[in-house]
């Protein structure tokens, strides 16, 4: 990567593992290689480190290390906190119930929808404010004896708001229902203390935190069944089957143990850095709305919508200039299709269709973003011009 001439403002996509992550893992492939399931020495070693990063993560999120679940992605955290509760749920008192929001990831969203189709269970989606907020009394209002489990998620990727999972979660106590929450766009921004925010399975992903793709981890209280997804060994309690990759889930607990510590600082000096985009975009350039809550958002993010834009040109342009940012969507290739997040908003699909989100990280500067607000309004100037010229031909 040459990043003299390119900058990287794509940090909600992902995050480059921290140097001090990919030396703390590297014993792990050939030194410490056992597998941690084995009873002899070499195991043995596997297994202390395995358990040490247990505790480790468990701390970081103030629970007890069986309650936490090493899984391969944030992903498929979310399919094993979903399917393996709502399952549990359905067989051991018949409820059917699943109440969430239209403004998930889709880990989770084809989760449930896959689940009312295969499954037989009724998807309820609650209604969001136009920041994408959920209010708590409205999933007082709709959970009911029969929800097997309420899922929203803590802080949403495509436009950074700030959800209110902590008395989200207080509702879902109130009525003895599973309260599981995606916090993997959330770790590297909020402390969370599971117990305090009332939280019983959350899902967090190592990659968005400066740790190693393919590398995840779900909470679940103790107390909580879930029905394992993925059958074989009895790995982790039982809940998650096959020999656990143990560089990755060290890598994961260091990385997570220096985004705690060095969090603060950093949130403090990027906070104004984030605001100066906002208020700066909005003042320089015409027919431009944020998306999302203005204050209660993740303090590295910025996201816009801009009218008469096609996205995926406007992406390109800021390429070619040596900017990588992103749409907010997963949608990169053929015909584009507007968000769902963003319709959920209430924004019209051609609206949606003109999405920048502008990730900040951990080696964003200050002159970088300097940088990008001096060539970003020509772009969208250039690129109304382009997409007009396309919708007449
Ligand atoms: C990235 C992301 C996921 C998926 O995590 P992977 O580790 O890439 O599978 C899920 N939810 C949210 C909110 C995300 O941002």
């Not at 899902?203 to 059958?231: D, N």
Request: proline share 6%.
């Amino acid at each position: 990567m040459n990043t003299t001439s390119h900058v990287y403002l794509d940090y909600a996509a992902t995050t480059p593992v921290d140097s001090r992550v990919v030396e703390a893992m590297l014993p792990y492939f050939n030194d410490e290689f056992g597998n941690p399931s084995s009873i002899h020495y070499f195991g043995q070693k596997a297994e202390a480190a395995l358990e040490n990063a247990r505790e480790n993560v468990a701390n970081c999120f103030h629970c007890d290390p069986d309650e936490i679940i090493f899984t391969s992605c944030g992903t498929e955290s979310d399919n094993l906190a979903l399917r393996g509760a709502a399952l549990a749920e359905r067989e051991k008192r018949g409820a059917t119930h699943i109440l969430t929001t239209p403004v998930e990831h889709h880990a989770v969203l084809h989760t449930v929808f896959n689940l009312a189709r295969y499954d037989g269970f009724d998807v309820e989606l609650l209604p969001v404010d136009a920041n994408g907020l959920v209010n708590p009394v409205e999933v007082n209002r709709r959970i009911r004896k029969e929800t097997a489990l309420v899922s929203v998620i803590f802080a949403n990727n495509e436009i950074g708001s700030i959800y209110p999972v902590e008395e989200i979660g207080r509702v879902c106590r109130e009525w003895s229902t599973p309260f599981h929450t995606d916090a993997v766009q959330a770790v590297a921004h909020l402390p969370i203390d599971v117990r305090a925010l009332n939280i019983d399975l959350m899902s967090v992903g190592a990659h968005k935190f400066y740790g190693p793709k393919g590398v995840g981890a779900l909470y679940v209280r103790r107390g909580i069944q879930v029905i394992p997804v993925q059958t074989g060994g009895a790995q982790e309690f039982g809940l998650r089957a096959g020999t656990q990759n143990i560089p990755y889930i060290v890598g994961m607990a260091i990385a997570l143990r220096l985004i705690q510590e060095e969090r603060s600082p950093w949130t403090a000096f990027i906070t104004p850095i984030r605001d100066r985009i906002i208020s700066r975009v909005l003042a320089d350039i015409p027919q431009v709305r944020l998306t999302g809550h203005p204050t209660n958002r993740l303090p590295n993010h910025v996201s816009f919508v801009f009218e008469g834009v096609d996205a995926n040109t406007l992406l390109m342009m800021l390429d070619s200039a040596g900017f990588a940012c992103s749409s907010g969507s997963a949608c990169k290739t053929g015909s584009p299709e507007p968000s769902g997040v963003l319709l959920a908003l209430g924004l019209s699909p051609s609206l949606a269709l003109g999405s920048l989100r502008v990730t900040l990280g951990q080696y964003t500067t200050s002159s970088e973003v300097d940088a990008f607000l001096a060539v970003l309004p020509g772009l969208v100037e250039r690129t109304r011009v382009l997409t007009a010229g396309v919708e007449r031909s």
